[in-house]
């Protein structure tokens, strides 16, 4: 494994990695809720950012497919459940059709299909739709760590809305997973089988951050 430098814009510099490789996948863009522990407010120019970071990803990634001489296997194009707009209690699949705000709108109809191009040159493309990947490193968690450790953390609004998530682990599994089988094609659901309510997510944190801070004062002299 090794580094390479890219500008996040254009097929500059990495076109002879991509030739005659396994797979492209493309998890680039801004970070939905900020840089930093503190989320970012999404005003016009956030949007901008979040919108143009993955269309930028997506237009190189066609580009340097369109300039390799043995084109990749396939292409893994990441998006979110965000995808489906905000639904209550309804289970969702890959079929359904989108949601209507800023987010489900830009990732139905530009987002995913910013790498469909790919497709017309022989090139097999997945779509990952992720829940949020929570990990101990994960930029989605720490934001939230932050407020149980300042004791005030807890269930956002009514704690009805539904959390769909998914371990670090499993996320890599599953991309390998695609990537491997060579049937897959077309847009898939990365979530634990279980997904849970915000209230449930507040109390599982909480239990586990006050743990974690009775063993600390145990371990202290």
Known sequence: M??????????????TLADGADAIVNLAGANISGEGLFP???????????RESRLNAGRAVVDTVRQTSHKPCVVIQASGISVYGP??????????PPGQDFLADFAAHEWEPSTAPVEAM???????R?????????????PMLLQFRLFAGGP??????WLSWIHPTDEARAIRFLIENQSASGPFNLAAPQAMTNAQFARTLGRVMAGLAGCLSRALP
């Open 130 to 142: 992720s829940g949020i990947v929570l990990g101990k490193t994960d930029a989605a968690l720490r």
């Open 2 to 15: 090794r580094a390479e430098r890219w500008d996040g814009r254009t097929a500059d510099g990495w076109v």
């Open 122 to 128: 022989g090139v097999r493309r997945a779509v990952i």
């Open 87 to 96: 639904r209550g209690d309804d289970p969702i699949a890959e079929d359904g």
């Open 156 to 161: 956002i609004g009514s704690g009805k809305q």
């Open 40 to 50: 970012r407010r999404w005003t016009d120019e956030r949007k901008r950012l979040i």
